[in-house]
């Protein structure tokens, strides 16, 4: 092993293939990182000593002493190479490694074991009446039947949130976590998976979500409930159905969300920091896999742009159900868990 300073000099000692004395101590100078400048000959012998070769061999220890023909011919075999790469023909697309496929499969079977996209088991819910079909607010309708809605919005998102909790418990990376780290990284990541989950279920045409037998849709941006509520995310829903994503990239999205290294309270931050930055990997290496170039080369950037985006909608909307339920109690009781709700 050499360092490539003196790799360098026996290279060009060797090539200019000169005779050299020592001036000093007669081939006996120390050589040093410090001194091996002072005496050419003897860091020379000291290269030899060290098993460099003159020949041009191929041993483990020697190296290739190169003529100057060879060196033009090796520059002009590289600058054709990279040429080639920088031309028009498409990069090669590496696949997915075999334990990013099994994350995949993870992640999906979770998803379809705990996401029941017909609301067939949803039921007992708070609302005006068990048999509509159709939440619809407007600006003309009273107030009160506005904030008549808010249990039954409570109702739906606790379905959602206990989903979701199970969707967590079914993938093995995460009950290989400390209790505390699950209580934490689901407290600040349910609402966002929730989102996701729900964008699945969302009909870009009608600006409605399309929940089985239920169908919700909200007209008047302005009111004062979607203003409150729902304008943020009825519009991060609109962004995001527009990127088309495939049902792999969803759970992508929230298994990304859910291992979230800086929640409050996560203290074996390393260990989710490494497990997101898998899922994110996966996630990227999925996109150069199966989407075509260069149509979805920027597809990787939109998703984690999304994310980010839904990181402060989740703060925001946590401060808006905290400023309404201190006014209109609404809340489940899992729901006051999640969102830190102090009894009054």
């Not at 191929?58 to 520059?75: F, K, N, P, W, Y």
């Not at 028009?88 to 994350?103: I, R, S």
Request: glycine residues 4%; proline residues 4%.
């Amino acid at each position: 092993m050499t360092c490539e300073g003196c790799k360098g000099f026996f290279r060009r000692v060797i090539k200019r293939n000169v005779r050299l004395r020592c001036p000093f101590r007669k081939g006996a100078c120390e050589i040093t990182q410090k001194t091996r400048r002072q005496c050419q000959a003897c860091r020379l012998r000291k290269c030899l000593d060290s098993g460099m070769k003159k020949e041009n061999t191929h041993t483990e220890l020697a190296i290739v002493i190169m003529s100057d023909a060879a060196v033009e011919q090796r520059r002009a075999l590289i600058k054709r190479k990279k040429t080639e790469q920088l031309g028009t023909q498409a990069p090669e697309v590496k696949g997915l490694t075999e334990e990013q496929q099994k994350m995949i499969l993870e992640l999906m079977d979770a998803q379809m074991k705990t996401f029941d996209t017909t609301f067939s088991h949803f039921k007992n819910f708070r609302g005006e009446d068990g048999t509509i079909r159709n939440y619809k607010y407007s600006a003309d309708r009273p107030g009160k039947e506005i904030i008549s809605l808010l249990p039954h919005m409570a109702d739906l998102s606790t379905y959602m949130f206990k989903g979701i909790i199970n969707f967590a418990k079914v993938i093995s990376y995460f009950r290989e976590l400390p209790i505390e780290d699950q209580i934490s990284l689901l407290k600040g990541a349910t609402f966002e998976l929730c989102i996701l989950r729900f964008n699945t279920m969302f009909n870009a045409e009608t600006g409605s979500w399309e929940c089985g037998r239920f169908s919700y849709y909200f007209e008047d941006p302005a009111g004062g409930l979607q203003q409150l509520l729902l304008k943020p995310v009825l519009k991060f829903h609109y962004m995001l159905k527009k990127l088309q994503l495939h049902n792999e990239e969803y759970v992508l999205m929230q298994a990304i969300s859910l291992f979230s290294p800086d929640r409050p309270g996560v203290v074996q931050r390393c260990v989710v920091d490494q497990l997101q930055e898998r899922f994110t990997m996966t996630l990227k290496a999925y996109i150069e896999c199966k989407r075509p170039q260069p149509e979805y080369r920027f597809l990787f950037l939109k998703i984690i742009a999304m994310l980010t985006e839904l990181r402060s909608i989740n703060a925001q909307h946590t401060k808006r159900v905290l400023q309404i339920e201190d006014i209109h109690p609404f809340a489940t009781p899992l729901m006051r868990e999640l969102y830190n709700i102090m009894d009054s």
